[in-house]
């Protein structure tokens, strides 16, 4: 079954501090790998797109790595920000149908 | 570029009614999809138009539909509302056609309340 799993589900750090969030999948055939931000009550937005071939990218202060063999990825994000406070979601792409399969999220809360 | 755009933002229904909620997707997009979020439950895939065609169907009971129009806006039409259909209604636009690059742009989303 093409699942998506996120830990942890909710997580606190002090701002400044560095913090990285986990996706394990089972989704096959995959296609890429995406993460969202999303802030209570809006639509979520991108973050990164990684290709089966891509194993690590960068958007500012948020890194994220993909090992295709283990089916995991990861969201670093570095010197958290107040802004940073909100929800992560990561999606798998299952390659030929079109769909996304979605985690559930991680919920990070930065605290001053 | 305007980004995807939805209405209304917000809606109040009672039990047994039914709402339509409109996506307009981003210009040059012909893929929209739908989903339905709530807390416990996260993102939930409704469906998915391309070029005014059903190309993906999640695991939602009939009373859920939705269509796409010529001009690749969409609409989602919710029959007898039930209260579980609480939910925050999101739509993305992506170009569709070439998968790995397909990047999904959501719109802001519309908070739907069955009371």
């Known amino acids: ?112 | 570029k305007a980004g995807v755009t939805q209405t209304p933002r917000y809606l109040i229904k009672t039990r047994g009614q039914q709402v339509t909620l409109s996506c307009s997707p981003i210009s040059g997009h012909r893929s929209v999809s739908w989903y339905q979020q709530t807390p416990g439950q996260g993102l939930q895939f409704l469906f998915e138009y391309f070029s005014e065609t059903q190309r993906n169907k999640g695991n939602f009971p009939g009373r859920f539909s939705g269509r796409q129009f010529s001009n690749s806006r969409s609409e989602m039409n919710v029959s007898t509302l039930e209260l579980g259909d609480s939910a925050l209604y999101l739509c993305a636009s992506s170009t569709g056609t070439s998968e790995r690059i397909n990047e999904q742009f959501f719109g802001p989303g519309t908070r739907l309340t069955v009371l």
Not at chain 1, 13 to 23: F, H, R
Request: hydrophobic share 30%; charged share 15%; with cysteine.
């Open chain 1, 1 to 112: 079954k093409n699942q998506v799993e996120q830990s942890p589900q909710s997580l606190i750090i002090l701002e400044g501090k560095n913090c990285t969030l986990q996706c394990n999948y089972t989704v096959s055939p995959f296609s890429n790998l995406r993460w969202y931000k999303q802030d209570t009550g809006r639509g979520p937005v991108s973050l990164t797109i990684m290709t089966f071939s891509e194993n690590t990218k960068s958007n500012g202060r948020y890194t994220a790595t993909l090992d295709a063999d283990t089916k995991q990825s990861s969201l670093h994000i570095t010197a958290s920000q107040l802004s940073d406070s909100a929800s992560y979601i990561c999606v798998v792409s299952n390659a030929g149908t079109y769909k996304y399969i979605f985690g559930t999220g991680t919920r990070l809360k930065v605290l001053a």
